[in-house]
Structure formats: C-alpha cells, structure tokens
C-alpha cells in the first residue's frame, strides 16, 4: 500500500495502481469530467503531480508519498514566479541505445514484429507505454526519444527500422454531457473491473465491452449504423442518465445509471508514423487500420483539450474556414495535450459532411508525449566557452573573466588605471592565446598564401612579419591577423599566419576549403590550441626579455626563434598597442612557467597584467580597429581605410574581383578616427562610452561611434565610427557626437609618427648581473605504455607531437616509424599524425612536412569495463568494433580522440576542455555507480 | 467553447476571373497586406492572391508573433518602426481583435561586448525613433522577475537593452483580418491554386500560370516564402536568396504570468508567453540551408537546456509542440522589396526571421509602389539592386535573435 495526497486528502493505491485507478478507487474524479480512456490518448485524467502540470494520471504509477493536485494547470503554485537557479549539472544525461530495429508498442502486433526481427537475428528494442516507456518524437537520425518508468531520457537509434505498433484509441462520445464524469471507453471499463472497482449501474453503448460481468451491465444499446444513435447524457457533473434513440425515430429512451461504457469504434494511433512519413517506418496491427469516421457530431464538446463545441465549429465553417488547418486554428481544436487525439476523427467528419471532401489529418508534430523542459534538455551540451592555458593565472592574480570570441579572457585585474599605465609607463603582460595561430608550408605555400591575403607575400623575406587582412568572396573584411616568413632558409616556404581570437575557430576549415579550392599543394597545421602568447608590452618591454634571459630580440616587423626564461619561443615584433611589443608563442604546457618567470623578471620595473579593457583602449588610441566590434557585414578595404593593406596588382586572391567591382562605386561611408576636445561627449557613471551615438555633420546625420573608451590621452579622447561622405562626396571634418564638437583626424591621437612602437632596442645594454640564466628544459614525451596510477581516473597531460604531411608520406613513416618502440601513433586524419614521441625525428617522404612539439591534448586511460559503461551513457554515436581503432567526435559536447585497445581505451581531449571533461567523467562515473549500487 | 475561437472574422471566397489589375503570389501576411493596402489605401480591387495550400499556411502561420523595432541600422530602424506603429492601429482600423499585446523586450547581455553591443543598439534606436533603452540589472529583474540573473552560475545578466514597444498579436489572425479586409472590398484570394509559371510579353509580365489556368495580370507580385527562388527563376532572375530551417515550440497553456518578450543573443534563444498562457520558445536558423519543413529533437533539447540557464521556473513545464519553417535569408540580413528589372513583376522577400514584425509595413509600402510606381522612400534602400551597386543593409540588429 502507497499513501500519497490528493489535494491534501489521503489516498491508498494498491501495488500496481496507476495515479488514476487509486483515485477513482477512492472515488476521486480529475476535474473537468469527460470520457476516460485509460490509454493515454485523451485529456481528461490530467492532474498535476508533484508541481508537474498536465501529468495523465492513467499513465503514472502511485508511488508513496505523491503529491497530487487535481488542476492539471499546476494550482496556485508559485512555479511561474520561481527564480530559484537549477542545481549545478542540470542536464541530467540521455541513455543512448543503438539497435538495429526499435519497437514502439508491445501489444500482439508489437511482439510479433519483434519476434520476426530477432529470428532474423536483428538486434531489436522494444518499447511500450504500460512498461513507462512513453515515445515523444520520431526524428531524423533516425531517433526515436522516450521516455522511461525512472524518468530518464532514452535515445534510441535504430540502424534498420522503425515499427509502430502503437495500436488503436478508442473514439470518444461527442454529444451534450459528454464531459460529465462517469464515462469511461470500453477498455478503460475492463481495467476499472479487473482493479476491483465498483462500477455501479453500468449502461454500454456501442459494441459490447470485452471483460465485464454480464451482470454488471444494467442495459447495452449497439450504438452505430441502422442501430442505435447516441443523443446525450444528464447529469450534475455526474451521469445520471444515458438517454438514445434508434436511427430514424424520434422516441428517446432514457436510462439511469452510474458509468457509460463507450465502445464507438478504433481510431489509429499513427500520429508517430505521420510524424516521420520520409524515414524507414512501418506501421503494424491497430496503428496501421483506416481510421474510421465517426458520424459527423451535431452538438457537444469536440475537442476537450481546447474545450471546442460543435457550435464553434459551425461558426467557424461559417465565416469561410473550410480547410481543416484554417478550422484547427480559428477553434484551436486540435492543439491542446492529447494533440488531436479525441477531435481529430469528428473534424474530419464536419469537414467531409459540410464541405463534401474529406480532408487528410493535420500534420502530426512531435511532441507525441510531453516530457517537461528539464527533461528534454537532458543530454544537451552547452558550448564549451574555450579557455587560455594561462586560465587559472588569471583568476589567481584576481582577474575579472569575461567571454570574448568564444574565449573567456581577462577583461580586467581591477586596477584598469595602472593597467593602462604599466603599458604606456613601464611594461605589462598580456594574454594573446586566444588568437589562431595555423602552420602553413608547402611547395605551394608562397602561392596559397598570394591567394588567401591581399597583401603581397613574396616581399615578405624570411624573419619578417606583415599585418594582413583576410576578406571574403564579396571583398568584406573577415578576419585579420599576421603572416611570418621563417627565417630559416631549410624550412624552405613555411609560414606562420594568426586570426583574431573570434576567427580561430573557423579559421582552419577556410585555409583548407581554400587549399583544396585552389589545388594547392600545402601542409596546414592548426596550432592554435598547441600554441600558448604572451604580449610583452611597454617601454621596458625589451629589458623586461633580456633579464629573463633572451639573447636576440628582432627588430620591428620581425620574427625570430629564441628560448626565453627557458621556454622555447617564437618572438614576434608587431604592435597593437603603440608600444614596444614582443609577443611569444610558446607550447601550451609552458605558459604558466613562462608567465610566472616574466613577472618575476618584470618585478623591478612593476610588471602589471593588463586586461581586455584596457587593450581596447591603449589600440583605440593607436586607430588599430577591432574586427566585429569596427567593422560590419559590408567592410571593404576601403570602408575600412585599409587600400594601404590591398595590393591589386599582384594577382588573383580572395575578394580581389569583387575590390574591382565595388571599388567603381561611389565610396559612401568610411571608418575614421575622431578626436572630441574638451568637453568631450556626453557620458555617465552608467554607460560611459559613446559607442553607438549619432555622428551629425551640421544637420545631417553622419553616422555612429563603433569604439570609444571613454577616456582622454594625450591627444584628447580618440573615437572611431562610420562616417557618411556628404552629398558632394566629401568625407566632414568636423562632425558632432552626442552634440559636441569632434573632429575627423588622419593619424593616431597616441603617437601618431609610431615611434614608440618601431623604437631601436639594444638588448645588450642590460648588465649581465641582472640577468637570470634559466636552462632550456625539453621534457620527454609522455610513455602512453605505462599503466595509469591507481585511483579514480585523471587526465594528465601529453606530451607529444603532432605532423602534417602528404598521406603517402605518412604511410611510409608510420611502416619504419623513427620513434621508440611503446610510443603510440595516431592518424588523426589522412594528412595528420599525433605521435607521443618527442619531435626528434624527420619525415622522409616530404621535405615539407611540419614536424611540431604538441602539448595541447590531455589524456586519460579508462578499463574496459568502466569506459563502456562511460560511452553507453555519454556517446551518441557508433563506436567501432575493432580493436584496436581510433575514433573521434564529441563526446558530452566535448571534442576528444578515443584509441580503443583490447581491454582499455585511451581517451585525448585539448588541454583547455580537460577540465570540463573530467567532470563530466567523474560525476558521470559515480551516479553510473550510485545506480549500479 | 475557449476565449479565443474566431467569432469575427469573415472569409468570402470567389472563383478566379480570367484577368487582374494586380496579380499577388502567396497568401501569407506579406501578399495579403499587400491586397489589404492596395484596397483600403489606393482603392484598387481588382486584384488576385493565389495560394498554393491555405492563407497563412507558411510562415505566416508558423513564426513566434513578435513585433518589434529594434533593429541594427537605421533604414530598418524606420522601417520596422512604421510596422510596429501600423500594428498598433490595426485592430482599431480593421475592428478586430488580433490580440495584439504591447509586452516589451529584454534583450539580455552576459558578456562585456554584449553590453557594449546592447547600449550601441539603445542609441542607434532612439536616434531614428524606436525606443529603446540599455537597462542595468536590477532594472532587467524587476521587469521580469523569472529571471535567474546568475544565468545558472555562468551567464550573469549584465544588463539589457530594453525596448519597450517590443509586441505580440496571434499571427493567424493578423493574416485573416487582411484577408478579410482585402476580400469585403473586392480582391480575390485563391487558396489550393498554385502558381506554376509566369506568362512573358516581352521584357514584361503579363500574368500567372495556375492550377485553375492562365490568368492575365498588369502587375505580378511575389510574396511566397521559402520558395521565392523558384518564383523568380520563373522571372529569369537569380536572387541572393538562401533558405534554412527555422523551429520554434510551445510548453501547455499554463497561468499568465510572464510579462516581457526575453532575448539572449549569446545564450541563443527567446521566450514569451502567448495569450493563451504558453511558453513560446525559438531560437536561430539552422546553420544549413535547406527546405525542409522536419523539426528535429537537438533543437529541442539545447534550447530547453539554454533556457533553463535563465529561466529555472521552466524546469517543470511540459513542452507541448514543436514545428518548423523556412526563411528566406538574404546575404545582409535585410529583406528584399520592390521592382525587379522585369517591368510588371515586383518582390518582397528575404523576409528570414523577421517577416511577421514587418507585415503591415511592407505590404502598405509595396502597395504604395504598385500604384504609383515610385519607389517609396522607406523602402529605397532595400532594393534587389543594392547588391550589385554595393549597398547592403548589413544589419546585426535582425540577425541576433530572430
């Protein structure tokens, strides 16, 4: 025995008893009255349980303790105003289940369709709604979602075919006293008589119900053609009365009674084959049946969901709304829970007798069963907003993460001010590792490249770096960056080109679109994860280096490979924020090392991190613009006042020909630098920035600021924005912002010669006392064959190396691979390899192969048995049989490789997702656990 | 019987004549509003709109209702401004009740270039007269208190841009009301007849080709979504036109009590509750193009999950339905309208996810074009050939959430 409360009233259930059964046991009626059915296929046993609204009560088990309420609308509950946050992890996960062929429903048409499969020696699933096992939808894939007896979400993936065997409903009565209580179908009457409840005077009406005590029925009238018609039902929210008439005769019989059994006829329940009338599905036994048509309905409740009449049919017929979806939505028949499943026969029926077409059945849309929102967004990954290696630094020197780019990055240390300054005054750190960073070599490189950027690439010499844009088919600006030349001539044409943090994700994917497009014959190496910059930035910037140990900084415009503090580096010189810069890339696992050591070596001069607030600040000050925050969907070169960065003569590239076309347009707007003197515009403790205010050339409005930080240099407060050239084609020099004055200015407000930024360093001038020697430290890959520590499993981190060369080149490394033997090899794709050896070796078959340290992956071993029952819970899609195997894609919205081996698997996610992965793993591994205890 | 079953509205159906004045394809808001406004504001009624399934059966039957002006440039700014000030007369000039329900829209920022973005958005907008307003926090909770201003622990509310115009009305009556209108003053509306072809007299239209035979027309109006391609190629015309997938659902009806329209651009989707007292949820196009009308469950699943993050009351709502359409997409985010280079065929198109918001305007603005023939200043800078000459409306405003 179960108690649980309705509406604050205790009520036994028997084991068992399904929510309704009990109730009506105790003689508890849902509200609202109607017909019950008992089979899920109307609305009227709706309740609300445990703060759940719209729960059909013939479908859920009483279990102790239940909180019932018969509003199905949720009462008077607070929910709706609720802020309270989710628990932490609130997408609990999904049960992935491959098969080869699933089958809904378990009646006989059921079992015999899941009989013949496994004779066949399928592997099949069955499911079936009085297991609680409740389909939702059938998409696509295909998938088939459900829902089972815990409450858990399953997604079953069938690899051959879908069989419905959902069976028939039974259609409801619609006649006046329809939605009295005390009606129930004659299967519904079969279940209350084998629960051992009391029907009363029982009237049948229609066929003659299976599974009742002859006794128990007081009369039985054959509803139906030349038989008996159905005309109402008395009653004060009860029947009281049944009362009929024969076809054809106006004389009505009334009986008394307690209960009205239905028995009107089956109507298929194929709302889920219609739903996925293009995939592999069959439909089987009741499911698959011509519905048939009840007699058109004269008065009464059609649809009970939306509580629509007759009446409100007619009217609508009337008004011209003949098509069945015009009727379904002027009535919103047909919208309500049960989706059609009581309204849908009789709409059918209106429509065939008014307009003399039977129109088809409107169009069945998952949900076939509603699952509540924290139930379906079970298994659902969020992205995964990407994290520096330098992460942890951050929030430990107190930063303020914010999501830039698809990157969490520092926005500030909260002290903006010295922020500022240690760049403008001494020297400062910032973290640059957000930005793409791709390997690019090749007989082809140089000529790719000519195609890629419209800047010239064969100027470029070796040891020397160029800013370049990146523009699209229609010559819009999509990205921007900064191509290296190697300088060392063995490395032949090898290049080292950057994107905006905002661009690295896709950044790849358009270099080998482009490649491929192209027929170029080049190795791309996306490095943009491996690769760990750090800007160093100031007037100290360079003494700041040589403390720590470099030898050779390069001069502006130049690259160069040097270890520092250690850490082997490339050292690049180009500036954003119009000082001194070197900015070094440097192996993920090093970065925390390497920041460390700078700070430590920066102490004496006041080393201060700054953040990304402050770097849009100190660039704004030096005109450099930021892509997305300063340019738009239609930035062109020339928009942007960046012809001195398109060079139209060197050939085709990207965007070239549409340059051409465009440029023989008229020019109508252009982004410009403003300088607003004193008083500058208007600004607020609130929104301090005049980003987005209206630019007025006297009367005319001008355009708006894309970039203001709110605050002066030297040269008073710099702006940028679109300028609208004027009626004559003139671009204003003074314009007003937020109606102030301001004034269009050619150069920076911040040192506009660049003097600062190109200064001559001499790096030898620092005293040698003051300079710390840190040795170069190349750590051993890691030995993937030794077994993994004992204790819950951990990721660690690889060290490894990654290369890209041409497949053949590949082939022939991997038969006589250079490496010690218990290294393991990984063919990521047919031009890749991720060796856990270290980069010591060539690649024979292709003098342009690019051979690379690699610490961006983190890994972990699981046994067999833990990472199966890992993988049925988390993994989506098919994993190999074979052993060993590689696979890759996401597993939990996480990217990761898994390398299968007879008896454990080892799993490789990048190093900035290691943490979420683990999580996931942990907690996913102990509630597998808590389940299986 | 329920409060909102249709006791107003009157459909008059006429079979087809062999000629028009104004021959109009697709009944869906965009045509229909074009005959409505070709009726009540330059009298010209003798004018066809053909249909090939029922009126307001594409999009117009299948978007998520909302009205708003707040977009990212100041041509659409104007433009949706004059459809959102329509909307709010057009229950009065038709006298009909379209549920049309000033509720305002949070559109919510967790990130500094959000804030940043949604301040810019204030600006622009209230400098070509949409009001709108950049909200701190405790501003955006006490417009709607369901809010989680965590964002579940890692999308904190940082602020909004608040526009409080932002409206719904029930698209389906917004669609019959102009058909109505349109019909009780003459113009013919031809459902199940689609239209086939275009018939050519030289450089010029002449008519349709339809189910129910050839059909002479002055002028030819495409107003089809989703399919406007396929229309156009009928015209010798290429459009930079691509159509992706657009889903939306619904939970059960539950009690009125959420207020405002909320947004997230960074989160990806929107929620409201309809008249009806459902949650109405959406989010962005499909990534791929396609022409399928077939929900899928990811969708489902990772805009629940997103919601959540903002919306915990959510977690106990049972989603009732879900359904899909298709939009046409131009290259700049903006829509397409007015002439086409074929003398006698005009477009209105590229109406992606914001085709409902602009219902009353685009149709009374292309009806201003159809009978005058000039190009009304509203819509100048939307022509098909700014992409040629280099003008496009690039427009982040309409591309962030719907």
């Not at chain 1, 809904?104 to 020696?121: H, V």
């Not at chain 1, 630098?673 to 515009?681: G, S, V």
Request: aromatic share 6%; net charge negative.
């Amino acid at each position: 025995m179960a108690t649980f409360l309705v509406d604050g009233q205790r009520v036994e259930a028997r084991a068992g008893d399904t929510l309704l059964v009990a109730m009506l046991r105790t003689g508890v009626h849902p509200t609202g009255g109607g017909c019950l059915c008992m089979g899920g296929d109307c609305p009227n046993c709706l309740v609300t349980v445990d703060g759940i609204a719209y729960t059909r009560s013939c479908q859920a088990r009483a279990t102790a303790g239940m909180k019932v309420t018969r509003d199905h609308l949720g009462g008077e509950e607070p929910a709706l105003l609720s802020d309270e946050p989710m628990p932490a992890g609130n997408a609990a996960p999904v049960r992935h289940v491959h098969c080869d062929t699933v089958v809904i429903g378990q009646g006989d048409s059921g079992r015999e369709a899941a009989r013949e499969a496994r004779d066949a020696d399928l592997d099949v699933v069955t499911l079936d709604a009085r297991d609680g096992q409740h389909v939702t939808g059938v998409y696509p894939g295909p998938l088939v979602v459900a829902s089972d007896q815990a409450g858990r979400v399953l997604h079953v993936h069938p690899r051959r075919e879908i069989v419905v065997a959902t069976g028939a409903a039974e259609i409801q009565p619609v006649v006046p006293g329809s939605d009295l209580e005390g009606l129930v179908t004659a299967r519904a009457a079969a279940g209350l008589v084998a629960a051992g409840i009391d029907l009363g005077r029982a009237v049948a009406l229609g066929e003659s119900p299976a599974g009742l005590p002859a006794d128990s029925l007081v009369a039985h009238f054959p509803v139906g053609e030349g038989g008996w018609e159905l005309v109402r039902f008395e009653g004060n929210g009860r029947i009281e009365a049944a009362v009929v008439r024969r076809h054809g005769d106006a004389t009505e019989e009334r009986i008394e009674c307690d209960t009205a059994v239905l028995g009107l006829g089956g109507n298929p329940r194929n709302a889920l084959a219609r739903m996925a009338s293009d995939l592999p599905v069959r439909v089987v036994g009741g499911a698959a049946m011509e519905p048939e048509l009840p007699a058109c309905p004269r008065e009464g409740t059609v649809c009970p969901c939306s509580r629509v009449t007759v009446a409100d049919l007619d009217g609508v017929w009337k008004r011209g709304f003949h098509e069945m979806e015009l009727l379904k939505r002027a009535t919103l028949a047909g919208t309500g829970t049960c989706q059609g499943g009581v309204c849908l026969p009789y709409l059918r029926s209106f429509l065939l007798e008014r307009g003399g077409r039977l129109q088809p059945a409107f169009t069945a849309r998952p949900l076939n069963r509603q699952l509540t929102v924290r139930e379906l967004a079970a298994g659902a990954h969020t992205a995964v907003t990407a994290r520096s290696p330098l992460h942890d630094e951050h929030l430990s020197l107190g930063a303020r993460m914010d999501r830039a780019g698809g990157w969490w990055r520092p926005w500030t240390y909260g002290r903006k001010d010295d922020e500022y300054r240690s760049v403008r005054e001494r020297v400062s750190l910032g973290d640059v590792s957000s930005l793409g960073k791709m390997a690019i070599s090749g007989p082809d490189a140089e000529a790719f490249l000519e195609r890629i950027v419209p800047t010239k690439v064969a100027t470029i010499r070796p040891g020397r770096c160029r800013y370049v844009l990146m523009l699209d088919e229609r010559g819009y600006l999509l990205d921007d960056g900064m191509l290296c030349r190697e300088a060392d001539e063995d490395a032949g044409d090898r290049f080292f080109l950057t994107s905006t943090s905002g661009g690295s994700g896709f950044f790849e994917l358009w270099l080998r679109d482009w490649a491929e497009a192209f027929g170029c014959d080049v190795r791309i190496l996306n490095q943009t994860a491996s690769l760990a910059a750090i800007n160093i930035t100031g007037p100290q910037a360079a003494r700041l280096l040589a403390r720590a140990g470099a030898r050779e900084l390069p001069a502006f415009g130049r690259h160069r490979a040097t270890p520092i503090a250690g850490v082997d580096c490339r050292v690049v010189r180009l500036s954003f924020t119009g000082e001194l810069s070197y900015e070094l890339h440097h192996p993920a696992a090093d970065a925390r090392k390497l920041w460390r050591r700078l700070l430590a070596a920066g102490a004496e001069f006041s080393v201060q991190p700054h953040g990304l607030e402050t770097l849009l600040r100190l660039r704004l000050e030096k005109g450099h613009i930021v892509i997305g925050q300063d340019t738009d969907y239609d930035s062109t070169p020339r928009r942007l006042a960046h012809e001195w960065a398109v060079n139209l003569n060197k050939g085709d590239f990207v965007g070239r020909q549409a340059i051409l076309r465009t440029n023989k347009q008229p020019l109508d707007k252009r982004l410009v630098t403003l300088r607003a003197d004193d008083p500058p515009p208007r600004r607020t403790a609130e929104d301090p920035s005049a980003e987005g205010a209206a630019i007025h050339d006297g009367e005319r409005y001008a355009g708006y600021v894309t970039s203001d930080a709110g605050t002066a240099a030297g040269g008073g407060r710099p702006m940028l924005g679109w300028l609208y050239l004027d009626a004559e084609g003139n671009l204003p020099r003074e314009v007003t912002v937020d109606g102030r004055a301001a004034r269009r200015i050619d150069g920076a407000t911040y040192d506009p010669e660049g003097e600062r930024a190109r200064a001559v360093v001499d790096t030898a001038s620092e005293s040698p006392e003051n300079v710390r020697e840190f040795p170069l430290a190349r750590p051993e890959a890691t030995d993937l064959a030794i077994e993994a520590p004992p204790g819950p499993p951990r990721f660690r981190q690889l060290e490894a190396t990654r290369v890209s060369a041409t497949p053949a080149a590949l082939d022939a490394l991997i038969a006589e691979p250079p490496w010690p033997a218990g290294a393991l090899a990984f063919r990521t794709a047919p031009d890749e390899l991720l060796v856990t050896a270290s980069p010591d070796f060539e690649v024979a078959g292709d003098p342009h192969a690019i051979v690379e340290r690699e610490t961006a992956f983190s890994y972990v071993w699981l046994g067999e048995a833990t990472v199966e029952r890992f993988l049925d819970r988390e993994c989506e899609w098919r994993r190999p049989d074979a052993r060993p195997a590689l696979a890759q894609g996401e597993i939990a919205g996480i990217p990761a490789k898994l390398w299968f081996e007879a008896g454990r698997t080892l799993i490789l996610t990048p190093a900035p997702f290691a943490a979420a992965f683990q999580r996931r793993l942990t907690g996913s591994l102990a509630e597998i656990d808590g389940v299986a205890g | 019987m329920n409060e909102f079953v249709e006791r107003q509205m009157k459909l008059t159906w006429r079979p087809p004549k062999k000629s028009y004045d104004v021959v109009i394809v697709g009944a869906g808001g965009h045509g229909l509003a074009t005959a409505y406004y070709l009726a009540t504001r330059h009298g010209i009624t003798n004018v066809a709109v053909f249909e090939r399934g029922y009126i307001g059966g594409g999009n117009s039957g299948r978007n998520t209702t909302i009205i708003r002006a707040n977009y990212g440039i100041p041509a659409a700014v104007r433009f949706y401004q004059r459809s959102v000030d329509l909307y709010r007369g057009l229950e009065e000039e038709t006298d009909r009740w379209l549920m049309h329900q000033q509720k305002g829209i949070l559109w919510m920022a967790h990130s500094e270039g959000a804030v940043r973005a949604e301040r810019m958005r204030a600006k622009l907008n209230t400098e070509f007269g949409a009001q709108t307003e950049f909200v701190g926090p405790q501003q955006v909770k006490e417009l709607c208190p369901q809010l989680d201003m965590s964002g579940g622990g890692r999308w904190p509310v940082l602020g909004a841009s608040y526009h409080p115009q932002g409206a719904t009305a029930r698209h389906d009556r917004v669609v019959w009301a102009l058909a109505e209108g349109a019909m009780e003053r003459g113009a013919h509306v031809h459902q199940n007849t689609p239209v086939d072809g275009l018939i050519l007299d030289g450089e010029r239209v002449a008519g349709v080709r339809t189910a129910a035979g050839d059909v002479a027309a002055g002028a030819v109006v495409s107003a089809v979504g989703g399919h406007v391609s396929r229309i156009a190629a009928m015209a010798g015309l290429r459009l930079p036109i691509r159509t992706h997938r657009l889903q939306a659902f619904v939970t059960n009806h539950y009690r009125q009590q959420f207020g405002p329209i909320v947004a997230s651009s960074e989160l990806f989707f929107y929620a409201s509750q309809t008249a009806r007292g459902e949650m109405l949820l959406g989010a962005e196009i499909d990534p791929q193009p396609s022409f399928s009308y077939r929900s899928s469950h990811d969708f489902v699943q990772d805009v629940c999950r997103r919601a959540l993050c903002l919306l915990p009351f959510m977690s106990n709502l049972r989603v009732l339905r879900q359904w899909t359409g298709v939009c046409d997409m131009s290259p700049d985010y903006s829509p397409i309208m007015g002439q086409t280079g074929v003398e006698g065929f005009y477009l209105t198109t590229g109406w992606g996810t914001w085709g409902f918001k602009a219902i009353p305007a685009g149709g009374e603005q292309m009806a201003a074009l159809i009978a005058t023939g000039e190009v009304p200043e509203l819509i100048a800078p939307f022509g098909l050939d700014r992409f040629a000459r280099d003008r496009t409306m690039a427009d982040r405003g309409s591309a962030g959430t719907h």
